[in-house]
């Protein structure tokens, strides 16, 4: 439609002049053709879609939350793994009979368990039935060195009499104590009290020290310091003369 409009509006202007009255219809037909136009182009701006109307954005539809698993109470603590304690852990004690008090005439024995020079095991309930002179001493002791002697020849003496002798020396080395047994002939039995428990649970302040036990494990006399000789056989005497 637009190109026939311009077809004729050209034809209008460049044609040869006319006689005024097919002038006059000319234009009247050119003026109602772009009457016509205008219309057509107002018709088509209405039925066209407005580019100023915003469009709308699309809408999000977002998936249903999950619902979570709720929990009631308290939360389980964290397992804790527990310590196991080996025997050689665990703390035993020197005796499980009684504790440990001062010796005196008339109390039972504190019962213990020490090596020998041998490495032995000997414990003081294995004399049960003799008569036992306990003894604490060091080799480093002068006045265990005095009495040393005199015990050597009463244990020979009284040995047979059922007369036991046992020699605990405290805190000192195996090969030390050894040496000095050999030098002072001493027969009878030495033990070995490297941790000097047994001398603390005899209450020991001061060597040498003699505890007298008889045949039931029950003290009669005790003496620290040095014993002579005659000192120390009216002990024994006193002790083997002990009713059973």
Not at 27 to 40: C, P, R, T, W, Y
Not at 152 to 163: I, N, S, T
Not at 205 to 213: A, D
């Amino acid at each position: 439609m637009v190109h026939l409009m311009s077809r004729e509006v050209l034809s209008f202007v460049f044609k040869p002049k006319r006689p005024r009255w097919a002038r006059s219809a000319i234009k009247s037909h050119v003026i109602s053709k772009v009457l016509l136009f205008a219309a057509f182009l107002l018709l088509c701006e209405g039925c066209a879609p407005s580019s100023s109307a915003p469009t709308p954005a699309p809408e999000i539809i977002s998936p249903a939350p999950t619902p979570t698993q709720l929990v009631f109470g308290p939360k389980e603590p964290p397992a804790t793994a527990r310590p196991t304690l080996t025997p050689s852990l665990i703390a035993k004690p020197t005796n499980t009979a009684s504790k440990p008090v001062p010796p005196k005439a008339g109390a039972p024995a504190f019962e213990f368990t020490l090596k020998d020079l041998q490495g032995r095991s000997v414990s003081l309930s294995d004399f049960r039935g003799k008569k036992v002179m306990l003894n604490f001493w060091a080799t480093w002791c002068g006045p265990c060195r005095v009495e040393i002697p005199s015990m050597v020849k009463l244990y020979d003496e009284f040995h047979d009499q059922g007369l036991e002798i046992v020699a605990v020396n405290l805190r000192e080395d195996a090969a030390k104590v050894e040496q000095f047994v050999r030098q002072y002939d001493m027969r009878f039995v030495v033990l070995l009290d490297k941790g000097g428990v047994v001398g603390a649970n005899y209450f020991v302040r001061g060597i040498p020290t003699s505890i007298f036990v008889d045949d039931e494990g029950i003290i009669q006399n005790v003496h620290v310091g040095t014993l002579s000789e005659s000192a120390m056989r009216e002990y024994i005497v006193a002790l083997l003369e002990e009713a059973p």
